[in-house]
Each structure stands twice: as C-alpha cells, then as structure tokens.
C-alpha cells in the first residue's frame, strides 16, 4: 500500500520528478564516464609503452641508471647464453651510448641507441634502417623521431656530423644521414635519441656483442650478475601519474555526487512544505508519523532508482557514440604522456554497479533526512498549513 501510494505521489510531481531523475541519471553516466576514460587512457599508455620500450620487462646490470649518463660506457654487458639463445620474437637487445650532433652548426647531445634489426618483439618504424645495405665507413644512417627533429631544426634527408666516445675512451665522428624521421608515440624514445642498427652501434663504438639491457617478453629466471627490471617497474612513472590523475577525478565525482544529492534534498524538502495539509490529513485519519515517513522516504527513493534506468538508457547512447569517435588528444603531442592515438572508453563492470549502489544509496539517505521532521509535527498545524515555515 505504501508502494503504491508513494508511486502514483511520484508521478503526480511531473516536471520536478522528471528533472530530478535526470539529473541523478546524467550524474551516473558522468562519474562512469569519467572512470572509463581513465581506465582507456591508462590501458593504451601502458600498451605504448609495453609494444614499443617495455615488453616482459629487461634485463640489465645492477649499476645501471638511464638518468646517469656518465655512466652508460661502463655498464654494457654481453648477453648470457639464456637471453642471446631467445628467438627474436621474445628478445630485442639494445645499445645506449652518449653522443653528440652538429646540426646547424649547433652542439646537440643525444642519446645513441642501437636496435636490433631482425627483432620482432617492440614494434618501432626502422623499415628505412632495415633496408640500408651500403658501408658505413663514410656516413651512417640514423632514424629520429617527430619530436627530435622540430628541435635540432632537422629532416628526412640531412646530413650532420656525429660524435661518440668508442669503448677505448678515444673520441671518433662520421656523417650522419637521416634516413627517416617517424612519429613516435612513446616520447622516452623520441626526445634526444637517434636511433641506429644495432650492428653499427656496436661496430663504429668496438662493442662487438654488447648491449645495455635486453628487453625480453617473458622472465627468464635469475641470471647471474643481471637484474631483471619488471614492467612495474619500467612503467613505475606512468602508473604514478595516473593515480595523481584519479585524485582529481574523484575530487570531481564527489562534486557530482554532492549536486545530485542537493537536487533530490531540495525536492524532498519542497514536497513536505507544500503537502503540509496532506500529511496532516494522514495523520488525522490515524496513519502513524512513522509510516508518512516510511511514505516520503519511498516517494523519493523512486527517483533514485529510476535514474538508474534512465542512465543506462543514456549511457549506452553517450558510450556508443564516443566509442565510434574516441577522444582526440593530438593536442597532448608535445607532453611526455605515451599516446598519439584517440582514446577510447574501457568500462569496468564493477565499476558500474558500485556506482550505481553508492549514488542510489546516497539519494536514499538524502531523500529520507528532510522527511525525519514529519514524526515532529503537529497535524492541527499540519492541516493549517503551518507546521513548516
């Protein structure tokens, strides 16, 4: 009977109940929205970084810091037989040296990073460095990304001095041509490097058989004198900036929840003070204050819950569509974040029903705290119209 009463009650309201509902509704697809698309943003950056840096993980010697350069010319090591035996499918050695490049009559530091040619496992565009078949005694080929070249002012086609420091200590240089230049979409690998073959890396620098670390896409086991680098590890400073990120968001959901919670508060509210005369007629024919409240509390909570319907209703619309399009964060290309693409939403399940239960949860609450006052009236006064002021 309360059900009933408090349904056909709901509906009466018309407008308000309607916009009530809406507000709770696009309040749901907001905060879902919002979590899905950090969870999409988090899960292509991660996928950057693991196809084209991180693979299973790396091994490298224990002394080894990429944010100590001085150092890079002492910690290069000779693959074990466990990691040069690996098919190159499941291992991708890399050589990374300190060097210098003159374009524009300009000292350039730069990062020399020799790649295996027939290596499978990280996805890099070095087609161009594959198909180089001349001699390097003359020039040699490198391959810089987007970044790289609008700020040492270069193009596909130039030619500049490059120097190194061999693993003797003696200082040599050679032509450089840029055989190519191709957006990269991890920035670690555009920003200051210049990419060779492997091969050359290591001829023109007497490091026959060295490298500096071993990506590799599956843990090996222990391996002497080597530590393994976890993917957690490696992408250590993308996971922290993305739980930095989810603060805001969550700032931002409170937010939502908060107006949502207002709007319903302030109609729960409204009603009482305009049905005065009704719930004083209850109370006069004998219906206990607990029961009215019971009533209200229902007759809000319904607007709860149909906000659920109408979000699922509008969420699929909204999710669909942005799925079709994405997100375009080409504006983003010149930060450190690892994604050119668009981004596109990956809803979690649970996410969605937590959600839901703990906006539903809270209207409830908020629907049922301005109708505690009803236990408190007086009915002569409820039937005057003056029991709220």
Same mark, same amino acid.
């Given at each position: 009977m309360i059900f009933k009463i408090a349904l056909k009650n709901f509906l009466r309201q018309g407008m308000r109940a309607f916009l009530n509902v809406l507000v709770t509704a696009l309040t749901m697809v907001a905060v879902v929205f919002n979590l899905s698309l950090y969870n999409g943003f988090l899960d292509q950056a991660i996928s950057n970084m693991v196809s084209t840096d991180v693979a299973g993980g790396h091994y490298r010697t224990p002394e080894f810091d990429l944010l100590s350069p001085t150092e890079w010319e002492d910690q290069t090591f000779k693959p074990s037989d466990i990691l040069s035996s690996l098919p190159p499918s499941d291992k991708a050695e890399v050589l990374l040296l300190q060097g210098q490049i003159f374009p524009n009559r300009r000292l350039f530091p730069v990062q020399l990073r020799g790649m295996e040619m027939n290596q499978t496992l990280l996805d890099l565009p070095f087609s161009k460095l594959e198909e180089w078949d001349g001699p390097i005694d003359d020039v040699i080929p490198i391959i810089i990304g987007k970044q790289m070249a609008a700020k040492s002012h270069l193009k596909m086609g130039d030619y500049i001095v490059m120097r190194w420091r061999d693993r003797f200590g003696a200082v040599d240089a050679l032509d450089a041509h840029v055989v190519d230049v191709v957006p990269m979409i991890n920035v670690r690998l555009d920003e200051g490097v210049v990419w060779m073959r492997l091969d050359h890396l290591r001829k023109i620098t007497h490091r026959e058989n060295e490298a500096s670390w071993v990506a590799v896409k599956n843990f090996q086991g222990a391996i002497a004198h080597m530590d393994f680098q976890a993917?957690?590890?490696?992408?250590?400073?993308? =996971?922290?900036?993305?739980? !930095?990120?989810?603060?805001?968001?969550?700032?931002?959901?409170?937010? =939502?929840?908060? &107006?949502?919670?207002?709007?319903?508060?302030?109609? #729960?509210?409204?009603?009482?003070?305009?049905? #005065?005369?009704?719930?004083?007629? =209850? +109370?006069?024919?004998? +219906? /206990? /204050?607990?029961?009215?409240?019971? *009533?209200?509390? %229902?007759?809000?909570? *319904?607007?709860?819950?149909?906000?659920?319907?109408?979000? &699922?209703? &509008?969420?699929?619309?909204?999710?669909?569509?942005? #799925?079709? %399009?994405? &997100?375009?964060?080409?504006?983003?290309?010149?930060? !450190?974040?690892?994604?050119?693409? !668009?981004?596109?939403?990956?809803? !979690?399940?649970?996410?969605v029903v937590l959600t839901a239960v703990i906006i539903v949860a809270i209207m409830i609450i908020v629907a049922w705290a301005p109708v505690r006052r009803i236990s408190k009236l007086d009915a002569t006064q409820a039937l005057r119209g003056r029991a709220i002021t």
């Open positions: 993917p957690e590890i490696l992408l250590k400073d993308i =996971l922290d900036m993305i739980k !930095n990120d989810r603060r805001f968001a969550t700032i931002i959901w409170i937010i =939502l929840i908060f &107006l949502a919670g207002i709007s319903v508060f302030n109609t #729960q509210y409204l009603n009482i003070f305009k049905r #005065q005369r009704e719930i004083g007629t =209850l +109370m006069a024919f004998g +219906m /206990p /204050p607990a029961r009215i409240v019971r *009533l209200f509390t %229902v007759e809000g909570s *319904l607007a709860a819950i149909s906000a659920v319907g109408v979000a &699922l209703f &509008l969420g699929t619309i909204i999710f669909t569509w942005f #799925q079709s %399009v994405g &997100l375009d964060i080409s504006h983003l290309s010149e930060s !450190n974040i690892p994604i050119r693409e !668009n981004i596109f939403l990956r809803i !979690n399940p649970v996410e």
